[in-house]
């Protein structure tokens, strides 16, 4: 699974073979048929632990969800556990697949079950939106690098992404929005 894990996420699901997903593993291609079948069937097996990446969503405080949110970008998965979802979908050429399965990973996740745990309007919005943080900070931390986030301590970043993560968490309601202003971020400080 790790070595299958490692590939896909290098290479994508049209780019990895099962004799690369077997030489990476160190076992004969025929031990990866006889456990998965084929390679649509160790895919959707990576895939399913990749989405295990999101389950601390269904029980997770809400009040904790922007350390969790830290805690992946800035610990990880790294390359060589789990493939980030978004990059097995980048280097797939024919992206179908992947793309299905991260849409199906991400409506399960957060459009359908964390969306639930939402307060106000626009839960399921709001849930996706969370989703795109996740998924982008851990991108461009982990695999962009990008300098500024590759190099600043995570006790630097913690304060934004509670600024960022928390309308999401619990918006404004409309009759209380000029009260809340500041803290719900649509007005000055």
Not at 28 to 57: M, T, W
Not at 110 to 125: I, N, W
Not at 182 to 189: P, S
């Amino acid at each position: 699974m790790s070595a299958a894990a490692r590939c896909f996420g290098k290479y994508g699901y049209d780019g990895t073979s099962i004799r690369d997903i077997a030489k990476a593993a160190d076992v004969d291609a025929a031990l990866v048929y006889r456990y998965f079948g084929s390679k649509q069937g160790l895919f959707e097996a990576v895939a399913h632990h990749a989405s295990a990446l999101f389950e601390p969503l269904r029980h997770l405080p809400l009040e904790d969800v922007p350390d969790w949110i830290l805690r992946l970008a800035f610990d990880g998965p790294g390359e060589d556990e789990i493939p980030h979802p978004v990059l097995t979908m980048l280097r797939s050429p024919s992206r179908e697949e992947a793309v299905a399965r991260l849409r199906s990973d991400v409506t399960e996740i957060f459009s359908e079950h964390f969306a639930r745990r939402l307060d106000g309007p626009d839960a399921q919005v709001r849930a996706e939106l969370l989703a795109a943080w996740a998924l982008g900070m851990t991108l461009m931390r982990l695999a962009v690098q990008t300098p500024a986030l590759s190099s600043v301590p995570d006790s630097a970043v913690l304060p934004y992404v509670r600024k960022a993560v928390d309308p999401l968490l619990r918006p404004c309601d409309e009759r209380e929005e000029t009260n809340r202003a500041c803290r719900c971020g649509r007005g000055g400080e």
